[in-house]
DNA sequence: GTAGATATTGGAAGATTTTGCAAGATAAAT
DNA sequence: ATTTATCTTGCAAAATCTTCCAATATCTAC
């Protein structure tokens, strides 16, 4: 193995783990604690990672869909405004499918007006709802993700194919042309297994999911009826989508600015 | 466990619980208070927590019922006593079965150190773990009963009776020497199904429990393995109890009152 | 292909940081 | 007011980081 692949690797797998320690990483790559040190003071100089005490730590760890954080508010209200729009396009007395990831979650914020059924693998909807007896909840079992909260597993996938449902509000990691993509390889069964349930697939994606690409396909273009995202996606992309005859709704941008973080 | 990864795993287990003590803390990261102590200075520091005295608490409580109606549930003290103890039963690397219920509960935050294998009906007992990657926790699947944030109904029946497991701990409405009662009628086919898919069957009740009946019978004494409960469980029905061969434990009276919920 | 030069690696010694403990100070509870 | 629990502070031990050096691997020139 080359230094570089070792770096490579080191990297990659501080993208899974968020954290590691010297001898986790020394283990992992195969070299001394020495040489993984010299590797992370390039990498943190390259500005792909962090040094820490005792190890290293990646240097964006929000920038994930999926790792839900309560106080997240990375581009919270984008999200927001993609929530509220996505949940105008529910009718009344409609079962919907809700994936797991941040942006879907705001949508399942603006939800419970519309009192409909949901479904979903994602802790943090389900404990939305867990107080709120006007909506029914229905979690699919399976294997807590930790980091996530996320179910996951033959489990959940087995409870979505047994379902059917009117609308399908999804999360994802990239949209192309090419079709729609994600990073977690654990969830892409739950997420297939979702639109084969639901009779209509909308797509929740902030800007700047557009014009990117994950590792694992999806789906293409064609199984998806309507797109949500906030006013700063890519004008020409949001074009090449219409005339795939995707329905794409530019929600409208927030009037006051991002609300900051609390300190 | 690097520094900062335990910082983390601070900020994401107060998260939810909104409150925790120095101890509660200190045994879920696995060091000293004092160190624990001044991971809060800083993260207080940095804005993410506020210290209080005994512990910590988030800043932005979200009004998660489960964790907290747990927290300030009467009877605080004893519950947390035979948590304790209950979770001495549970041998390393054993699959669990955990009952919804407050008692139960209180089991499971002493039951991450014994890093095992859960499976759970009940969204307080998953949350608790939802941070932790120590423990593999099993969420069934089912619709939410709102008030008691509990998995109920086929699906949920269905998932436990597909399980195997080595134990089982269970609450109840209430114990006599005919046997086992609950007064939820939705979740006794969900607990015969639990007691189905373990071998060993313990009951949490505290002694309030004791000489009551409620109105749907669970089980008979036969089926217990063990009863843990406080030690103000009625003397003579604890001999009962342990005539028929059930074996009892009294959790020892708390030496500290409980402590109060933050406010 | 070989010899010398250069870069990389693994380890060791000293400096720095972090951790856990204990004693005095402070705050809460009865 | 007393008692208990919790917090702060200081200190020694442990862990970790940096810097240096020898050994090995890789590269370059011939």
Redesign the interface.
């Given at each position: 193995m080359t230094a570089e692949e070792r770096k490579h690797r080191i990297e990659a797998y501080l993208q899974g783990v968020?954290?590691?320690?010297l001898e986790e990483l020394s283990q992992h790559v195969g070299v001394s604690t020495s040489t993984v040190r010299r590797d992370l003071t390039v990498l943190e100089a390259a500005g792909s990672l962090r040094r820490?005490?005792?190890?290293?730590?990646v240097l964006t760890p929000k920038t994930d869909e999926f790792a839900f954080?309560?106080?997240d508010s990375h581009q919270f209200s984008e999200k927001e405004a993609i929530g509220r729009a996505c949940a105008e396009l529910i009718g009344s007395n409609q079962s919907v499918i809700l994936d797991a990831g941040t942006t879907v979650y705001h949508v399942a914020r603006h939800l419970e007006e519309k009192a409909p059924q949901i479904v979903t693998n994602s802790?943090p909807v389900?404990?939305l709802?867990?107080?709120?007896?006007k909506v029914?909840?229905?979690?699919?079992?399976?294997?807590?993700y930790?980091?996530l909260?996320v179910?996951v597993?033959p489990?959940?996938v087995e409870?979505f194919l047994k379902m059917r449902a009117d609308v399908a509000i999804m999360s994802a990691g990239g949209i192309t042309l090419e079709g729609i993509t994600n990073s977690h390889a654990l969830l892409i069964d739950i997420q297939r297994a979702m639109l084969k349930a639901a009779q209509k697939i909308v797509f929740c994606l902030d800007h700047s999911k557009f014009g990117r690409q994950s590792v694992s396909p999806l789906c293409g273009l064609d199984m998806v009826d309507a797109i949500v995202t906030d006013s700063l996606a890519p004008a020409e992309l949001v074009a090449g989508l219409r005339e795939r005859g995707v329905e794409v709704i530019l929600a409208p941008a927030p009037a006051n600015p991002a609300p900051v973080?609390?300190?």
């Open positions: 968020e954290f590691a320690s820490t005490h005792g190890g290293a730590r954080s309560a106080r802790l389900a404990n709802f867990a107080s709120a007896n029914e909840v229905i979690l699919a079992g399976g294997v807590i930790p980091r909260g179910l597993g489990m959940t409870a973080a609390a300190h």
